[in-house]
């Protein structure tokens, strides 16, 4: 039996997950598994697109997290992310560059990507790891 438009799509989206979820702290694979009951295929994609992005910049910018393998990072460094990092993420949003690429986000893009982190951060504030 052949796949739906609809099954096709969340196989493509499931895969490029696992690929960008490579680059991420271990323990947001917890958010990932809990927002698959929850959310489409095509938001936690979003979801993993604004977290590399976010943890790009953390590594870029911030001197602690420059030092540290980020797939390593515990759970606990979340807490260290202050209302400043935010602000300094979202500046850095409207342009910048990786992997020979040039990036440009409008305040639409930064809304999506703010309200990524605050669903992000709101479940490890809910099941109290942060």
Same mark, same amino acid.
């Given at each position: 039996?052949?796949? $739906?438009?609809?099954?096709?799509?969340?196989? &493509? /989206? @499931?895969? &490029? #997950?696992?690929?960008?979820?490579? !680059?991420?702290?271990?323990?947001? !694979?917890?958010?990932?598994?809990?927002?698959? @009951?929850?959310?489409?295929? !095509? $938001? #936690?994609?979003?979801?993993?697109?604004?977290?590399?992005?976010?943890?790009?910049?953390?590594?870029?910018?911030?001197?602690?997290?420059?030092?540290?393998?980020? %797939? +390593?990072?515990?759970?606990?460094?979340?807490? /260290? @992310?202050?209302?400043?990092? #935010?602000?300094?993420?979202?500046?850095?949003? $409207?342009?910048?560059?990786?992997?020979? &690429?040039?990036?440009?986000?409008?305040?639409? !893009?930064?809304? %999506? &990507?703010?309200? +990524?982190?605050? $669903?992000?951060?709101?479940?490890?504030?809910?099941?109290?790891? #942060?």
């Amino acid at each position: 039996m052949a796949l $739906t438009y609809h099954e096709q799509t969340d196989i &493509k /989206n @499931i895969q &490029k #997950i696992r690929e960008l979820t490579k !680059g991420l702290p271990d323990f947001t !694979g917890d958010f990932f598994r809990a927002s698959e @009951i929850k959310k489409a295929t !095509g $938001t #936690i994609r979003s979801y993993a697109y604004d977290l590399n992005t976010f943890f790009y910049f953390l590594q870029l910018q911030n001197p602690y997290f420059r030092n540290h393998n980020i %797939r +390593s990072l515990p759970v606990s460094v979340l807490d /260290n @992310i202050q209302p400043v990092d #935010i602000e300094e993420y979202l500046s850095f949003l $409207t342009y910048y560059e990786k992997d020979g &690429k040039t990036y440009t986000n409008h305040e639409e !893009g930064k809304a %999506r &990507k703010l309200a +990524s982190l605050n $669903t992000f951060f709101s479940y490890f504030l809910k099941k109290g790891y #942060i």
